[in-house]
C-alpha cells in the first residue's frame, strides 16, 4: 500500500509540473523558426534563432559536426531575404554559436542563434521586406518581431515582443492555430520608435500535455528504479487511452463498422488487438528508420501513413456501401410479414468479415504516436531499448482500450434498440447508413492528410 500510494502522489506531483521550454508545439518532429528585427537609421538587424526537435537533431547530429553553428547560419543568412523599397540588401553573418537543451525523453535539441546585419539607410521614409525561406518544407513555428532604434514603425503588422520568448516556451493557447510568420512588410520612418500593439499571447497548459511531459520525463532519467518503471507503463497505459479518445483516430469508423456490420463484442476486441499490433509496430519500424536516415523528414512519413489510413478507410467505406445497397432490398422484404420476434432479423448476412476487421485495426492504428515515437528514440539512446518497446507497447494497449470500449459501447446500444418493437423495422437502413459514415469519414481524412 505504501509502494502505491509513493506512485500515486509521484504521479501527481509530475503532473502539476507546469509546461517547460523542451515541449515543441507541434511535435518533436519540428524545425521552428524565430526573427527578431531590430531598425537602425544605417542598418537593419536581425536576431534569428532555429530550434530543431528532438528527433530532427536526433537524425542530424549537429553535436558531432564541426563548425555546425557558422554553416548553418551562413545558410540561414542566405535564406533571408531582406529588400528596401523593393530593392535588395545584402546580409551579412555577425556571429553564430549553437547550444543542445536536454528535451523530452533524454534526447537533445538543438538551438542555433544567427546575429545579422544589412546595412540601409533609411534617413526617409520606406517600405523594409523580410522573407524567411530557410527549410521551407519543414513544419514548425515561425515566428517574427520587429521594433525600431532611432526609427518608428507605422502600424508594424508584427509584435515587438516575442510569444515563445523567442522559442524557450510555446503558449498551448496557440497549439490550434499555431504562428505561420515567414514574411513581414514595415512601413518605416526617421524618428523615436513605439512598441506594437499587438500583444503577445500568454503561455498556458493543458493535463494531457502535462502527463506527456510527465512521461517522457520519466523515460529520460538516468536511474531506472521499479517505482519510475512501474509509473511510466501506467502513464503510457493512460497515454494512449487518452491519444485514442482526440478527434481522428477512428472510433467512430470502428464505432460505426461494427454497428452496421452485426458486429460483436468478439470483433470489437480483434479490431482493438490489430490496432495495439498495427500501432507498436509502426511506432518501432518508424523509429528505426529515422534513426538510419538523416534526410528523411519524419512529418512526411506521418503523413503518407495518414494518406495511407484514409485511402483505407475510404476503400472498405465504399465496399460497404456497395455491400449494404445490393442487400437492402432482400432486408426489407425479410423484415415485414414475419411473426418471429428475434432482435436481430435485418442482420443475416451482415457479419463482419475477417478482413474488414482488420483493415479497421489497421486502419486505427497505422498513424502512430509521435510521443510514442520520441520515447522509444530515447530509450533507444539511453541503452533502454526493451523498454522503451515496452511502453510502446503499453501506449498501444492503451489506444486499444479506448477504441475496443467505444465498440463495445456502441454495439450493446445497437442490440438493445433492436430488441424494442418499435425500433426493429428502422435497423433495415443501418447498414446503409453506417457504411456511408464510414466512406464520408475516410474520405474526409484522406484530404485532411493531403492537404494539412
Same mark, same amino acid.
Given at each position: 500500500?505504501?509502494? $502505491?500510494?509513493?506512485?500515486?502522489?509521484?504521479?501527481?506531483?509530475?503532473?502539476?509540473?507546469?509546461?517547460?521550454?523542451?515541449?515543441?508545439?507541434?511535435?518533436?518532429?519540428?524545425?521552428?523558426?524565430?526573427?527578431?528585427?531590430?531598425?537602425?537609421?544605417?542598418?537593419?538587424?536581425?536576431?534569428?534563432?532555429?530550434?530543431?526537435?528532438?528527433?530532427?537533431?536526433?537524425?542530424?547530429?549537429?553535436?558531432?559536426?564541426?563548425?555546425?553553428?557558422?554553416?548553418?547560419?551562413?545558410?540561414?543568412?542566405?535564406?533571408?531575404?531582406?529588400?528596401?523599397?523593393?530593392?535588395?540588401?545584402?546580409?551579412?553573418?555577425?556571429?553564430?554559436?549553437?547550444?543542445?537543451?536536454?528535451?523530452?525523453?533524454?534526447?537533445?535539441?538543438?538551438?542555433?542563434?544567427?546575429?545579422?546585419?544589412?546595412?540601409?539607410?533609411?534617413?526617409?521614409?520606406?517600405?523594409?521586406?523580410?522573407?524567411?525561406?530557410?527549410?521551407?518544407?519543414?513544419?514548425?513555428?515561425?515566428?517574427?518581431?520587429?521594433?525600431?532604434?532611432?526609427?518608428?514603425?507605422?502600424?508594424?503588422?508584427?509584435?515587438?515582443?516575442?510569444?515563445?520568448?523567442?522559442?524557450?516556451?510555446?503558449?498551448?493557447?496557440?497549439?490550434?492555430?499555431?504562428?505561420?510568420?515567414?514574411?513581414?512588410?514595415?512601413?518605416?520612418?526617421?524618428?523615436?520608435?513605439?512598441?506594437?500593439?499587438?500583444?503577445?499571447?500568454?503561455?498556458?497548459?493543458?493535463?494531457?500535455?502535462?502527463?506527456?511531459?510527465?512521461?517522457?520525463?520519466?523515460?529520460?532519467?538516468?536511474?531506472?528504479?521499479?517505482?519510475?518503471?512501474?509509473?511510466?507503463?501506467?502513464?503510457?497505459?493512460?497515454?494512449?487511452?487518452?491519444?485514442?479518445?482526440?478527434?481522428?483516430?477512428?472510433?467512430?469508423?470502428?464505432?460505426?463498422?461494427?454497428?452496421?456490420?452485426?458486429?460483436?463484442?468478439?470483433?470489437?476486441?480483434?479490431?482493438?488487438?490489430?490496432?495495439?499490433?498495427?500501432?507498436?509496430?509502426?511506432?518501432?519500424?518508424?523509429?528505426?528508420?529515422?534513426?538510419?536516415?538523416?534526410?528523411?523528414?519524419?512529418?512526411?512519413?506521418?503523413?503518407?501513413?495518414?494518406?495511407?489510413?484514409?485511402?483505407?478507410?475510404?476503400?472498405?467505406?465504399?465496399?460497404?456501401?456497395?455491400?449494404?445497397?445490393?442487400?437492402?432490398?432482400?432486408?426489407?422484404?425479410?423484415?415485414?410479414?414475419?411473426?418471429?420476434?428475434?432482435?436481430?432479423?435485418?442482420?443475416?448476412?451482415?457479419?463482419?468479415?475477417?478482413?474488414?476487421?482488420?483493415?479497421?485495426?489497421?486502419?486505427?492504428?497505422?498513424?502512430?504516436?509521435?510521443?510514442?515515437?520520441?520515447?522509444?528514440?530515447?530509450?533507444?539512446?539511453?541503452?533502454?531499448?526493451?523498454?522503451?518497446?515496452?511502453?510502446?507497447?503499453?501506449?498501444?494497449?492503451?489506444?486499444?482500450?479506448?477504441?475496443?470500449?467505444?465498440?463495445?459501447? $456502441?454495439?450493446?446500444?445497437?442490440?438493445?434498440?433492436?430488441?424494442?418493437?418499435?425500433?426493429?423495422?428502422?435497423?433495415?437502413? $443501418?447498414?446503409?447508413?453506417?457504411?456511408?459514415?464510414?466512406?464520408?469519414?475516410?474520405?474526409?481524412?484522406?484530404?485532411?492528410?493531403?492537404?494539412?
Amino acid at each position: 500500500m505504501k509502494a $502505491l500510494a509513493a506512485l500515486v502522489l509521484t504521479a501527481l506531483a509530475m503532473l502539476a509540473i507546469p509546461a517547460r521550454a523542451g515541449a515543441h508545439p507541434l511535435g518533436n518532429f519540428t524545425i521552428n523558426h524565430h526573427h527578431a528585427i531590430t531598425v537602425h537609421p544605417a542598418r537593419i538587424d536581425l536576431v534569428s534563432v532555429i530550434d530543431l526537435a528532438e528527433i530532427p537533431t536526433l537524425q542530424e547530429q549537429p553535436a558531432r559536426q564541426t563548425d555546425y553553428a557558422g554553416r548553418e547560419c551562413d545558410t540561414v543568412r542566405s535564406s533571408l531575404g531582406v529588400t528596401v523599397n523593393g530593392t535588395r540588401t545584402a546580409v551579412a553573418l555577425r556571429s553564430a554559436s549553437v547550444e543542445f537543451p536536454s528535451g523530452e525523453a533524454g534526447l537533445a535539441t538543438t538551438r542555433l542563434t544567427c546575429l545579422l546585419s544589412a546595412p540601409t539607410d533609411l534617413s526617409t521614409a520606406a517600405t523594409i521586406d523580410v522573407r524567411d525561406t530557410y527549410r521551407p518544407n519543414r513544419v514548425g513555428w515561425h515566428e517574427m518581431t520587429a521594433i525600431g532604434d532611432g526609427i518608428a514603425l507605422i502600424d508594424p503588422p508584427v509584435p515587438s515582443t516575442s510569444s515563445s520568448n523567442e522559442l524557450r516556451v510555446y503558449p498551448d493557447d496557440l497549439l490550434a492555430n499555431p504562428l505561420d510568420v515567414r514574411t513581414v512588410s514595415l512601413r518605416v520612418e526617421p524618428g523615436a520608435g513605439a512598441a506594437s500593439g499587438i500583444a503577445a499571447p500568454q503561455g498556458g497548459s493543458t493535463l494531457i500535455g502535462a502527463a506527456t511531459r510527465a512521461f517522457t520525463g520519466l523515460v529520460g532519467q538516468q536511474d531506472l528504479t521499479p517505482l519510475v518503471g512501474v509509473l511510466a507503463v501506467l502513464l503510457s497505459l493512460l497515454l494512449g487511452a487518452s491519444h485514442a479518445a482526440l478527434p481522428g483516430h477512428g472510433k467512430t469508423v470502428i464505432a460505426a463498422y461494427l454497428a452496421g456490420r452485426d458486429g460483436t463484442a468478439r470483433d470489437a476486441v480483434v479490431v482493438g488487438a490489430t490496432v495495439t499490433l498495427t500501432h507498436t509496430l509502426g511506432v518501432l519500424l518508424i523509429g528505426l528508420v529515422i534513426s538510419a536516415s538523416s534526410a528523411l523528414a519524419g512529418e512526411s512519413l506521418l503523413r503518407v501513413l495518414g494518406i495511407a489510413s484514409g485511402v483505407l478507410v475510404t476503400a472498405i467505406g465504399a465496399f460497404l456501401l456497395r455491400s449494404a445497397l445490393q442487400r437492402q432490398p432482400v432486408a426489407i422484404g425479410h423484415g415485414h410479414g414475419h411473426g418471429h420476434g428475434h432482435g436481430h432479423g435485418h442482420g443475416h448476412g451482415h457479419r463482419v468479415g475477417r478482413g474488414g476487421l482488420i483493415g479497421m485495426g489497421v486502419a486505427g492504428g497505422l498513424v502512430p504516436s509521435p510521443s510514442a515515437l520520441v520515447v522509444l528514440l530515447g530509450a533507444i539512446a539511453l541503452g533502454r531499448t526493451w523498454f522503451g518497446v515496452l511502453l510502446v507497447l503499453g501506449y498501444g494497449l492503451g489506444m486499444a482500450t479506448t477504441l475496443t470500449t467505444v465498440g463495445l459501447l $456502441l454495439v450493446r446500444l445497437r442490440d438493445r434498440l433492436a430488441a424494442v418493437e418499435r425500433f426493429r423495422d428502422r435497423f433495415t437502413a $443501418l447498414p446503409v447508413i453506417t457504411a456511408g459514415l464510414v466512406l464520408v469519414v475516410g474520405l474526409g481524412l484522406t484530404a485532411r492528410a493531403l492537404f494539412e
